[in-house]
């Protein structure tokens, strides 16, 4: 496709329970960031990858959150024993270089934890 | 203090109103970006600028670095239009994230 696509779009989860959420970005774009928008919120910065190499994970909240983008196109972005205070919107977005260029973004996973 | 503030946070307006929504930033930046969000949570990027005007279509950009400002304008607006509108910008140096830091945005309804 042309655009950032994320799969699934939703996702209901049971606490406890593993999730993976996928990005498949736009063909050749170098730069993919993972964002998390709590209801209400602004999204806020996850993990940013230039290619295959995780170049920034501050933003990962806790351990049980682990990113990959083995091939430097396709990532997923994963939550071992979901917790509730996990819901929120997960958006991604590539780009076709690094800072400065413009960002193109998914149209999000909404992950409920129950 | 959030880096980025916007206001107002909800503005609802009557079709064919001139709308303006302002962002204030607190940091450097090499760019400031002006997102769309509707309900369905999909993002899309209006303008990214980091000096003077942008237009498309209705839609006006404007920033002035020296006061760390910028204001997202809508003409002859529409119930369309109606969404969150998001500022965000690209710190200009440093470490940590190399992303997008975001104001919590705006919350637009434009009335028949």
């Not at chain 1, 196109?73 to 997960?90: F, G, H, M, N, P």
């Not at chain 2, 404007?62 to 109606?82: C, G, M, V, Y």
């Amino acid at each position: 496709g042309a655009g950032v696509s994320q799969s699934p779009r939703y996702k209901v989860a049971k606490r406890g329970q593993d999730v993976a959420l996928r990005c498949d970005p736009i063909s050749g774009h170098v730069s993919l960031f993972w964002y998390q928008q709590a209801l209400g919120q602004g999204p806020e910065f996850l993990t940013y990858f230039q290619n295959e190499a995780q170049l920034d994970k501050s933003g990962l909240p806790s351990d049980r959150f682990f990113a990959e983008r083995p091939e430097g196109s396709v990532s997923t972005l994963k939550i071992q024993r979901t917790q509730q205070e996990d819901s929120a919107v997960y958006l991604c977005a590539s780009s076709f270089g690094g800072r400065g260029t413009e960002a193109f973004f998914g149209q999000g996973t909404r992950l409920t934890v129950v | 203090k959030n880096e980025v503030e916007q206001s107002p946070q909800n503005l609802t307006a009557q079709e064919g109103e001139f709308i303006t929504i302002n962002c204030s930033y607190s940091v450097g930046i090499s760019a400031l970006h002006w997102l769309q969000q509707h309900p369905g949570g999909g993002i899309v990027s209006l303008f990214m600028l980091s000096s003077g005007k942008k237009k498309h279509g209705r839609l006006i950009a404007t920033i002035n670095i020296q006061e760390k400002h910028s204001s997202l304008h809508i003409t002859a607006s529409h119930p369309r239009d109606s969404a969150v509108y998001i500022c965000a910008v690209r710190v200009r140096s440093g470490g940590g994230a190399d992303g997008l830091t975001f104001g919590k945005g705006t919350h637009l309804i434009i009335q028949p």
